[in-house]
């Protein structure tokens, strides 16, 4: 592995700085008054400040956005640049937005949608699934008679090999719904090679990603990657809670679904629409955006977008590095006597900041709270929890501590949660 683009890149220490800024409560718990690092942002990331004073500035109007007052035409605006503002994320140029009040419910409203309408006995998916996306293929395929196929999981790599889906993959492959990147491990699988591949097999084939934990690492890009449904969580990508976001094609668009009989038939809103929402999605491309211009000229948003993404990845690539390696300040979580880095992989580019570590001396629910005592919020994901059980299982693994930091952290951030984890494993 080329250790160069292991190691990513940091930003540079003012522009850190000015990220941390950005972000409410990086460096303590407002409710205990105390300094804490929040490494649990696979389970809701920290929040951008614009993004979520946005939503509360939009949300005190009680204008509905489809009468005729000037302030309620305004919100509609807001909201029609904000869906465009989805589009550049996803790279969509056509296609229907999909939105809910959870990125589980996008999920089961799509996958219900293609396996009770699009032809064809089996569906497949994979053993790293969110309960969101397995569920919902287990329960639909189930109603409408049809069989289930889960890929296998790699123990090595942490995720899903591409020949373990296309060898279920068939002519009466009604839908392949899989993994962006694991919500355990951080792996990401090779998406392009999978549609690639599974395309091969059957040209029209229906697939669904669930790209909520891949959203906040890295680029999503529907004109490389075309698929028919794809999700992500705003709460996960420093925006707020209560809504889901989700995006199908026009083909998919179109299949039955819950809908006003006279909107059209592509129609995927219900309901009074939420400018509050959509305006605190476009303070984070903004955001994206302006990480982007600080690297990039350009007039084009998907251009700084993608700009900005990237640097996010590569800033949380070289942070991933040094929780791995340590440097002269920390050792690294590979070199600390007593740990261990559940499916450690060594080409971080293939990882988003998502890491499962564990303990000799200790399980990983003491660790957890160790950890808190100590000023660290990690999470605990253990097999027997409904969110985990399938996927560790697959990995043989009772249980981990999941330490998800974001790209506002600094390597400072890194150093002192070594020197804790490094005290924790020396607990008697
Ligand atoms: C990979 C993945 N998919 C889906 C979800 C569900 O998101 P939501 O809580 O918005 O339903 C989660 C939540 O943790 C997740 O990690």
Redesign the pocket.
Known sequence: MNDKINQGKLFDEQLSEEIKELFYHVDEDPILNKRRIFFDN??GSLRLKKANDMFKKMDELPDCPEHSNYTAKWLLEVQEKASEDIRTIFNAKSGSIVTSL????A?FEMNRAIIENVPGSNVVTTALE?P??YDSVVSYAGKMGKEVRVAKTNPVTGGVDVEEITKLVDKDTCLLSF?YAS?ISGAVLDVESIIRECRKIKPDLYIVI?S??HTPHGVLDLEKTPVDGINF?P??FFGTRGF?VGFMSERAAKLQHNKLIAKSVDEWELGSPVPSQFASISEIVNYVCWIGSKFINSNDRRELYVEGMNRINLHERALMYRMLNGSDKAEGLRNIKGVKVYLDYEDLSTRDFIMAVGFDNIGSIEAVAEYEKRGVIAFERVASSLYSSRMLNSFDIEGVVRVSPLHCHDVNDIDEFLKITKEISLLK
């Open positions: 696979a389970g959870t990125a589980s419910m999920i969110h969101s996306a993994i919500n669930d909520v934990q969580a709460y996960k889901g």
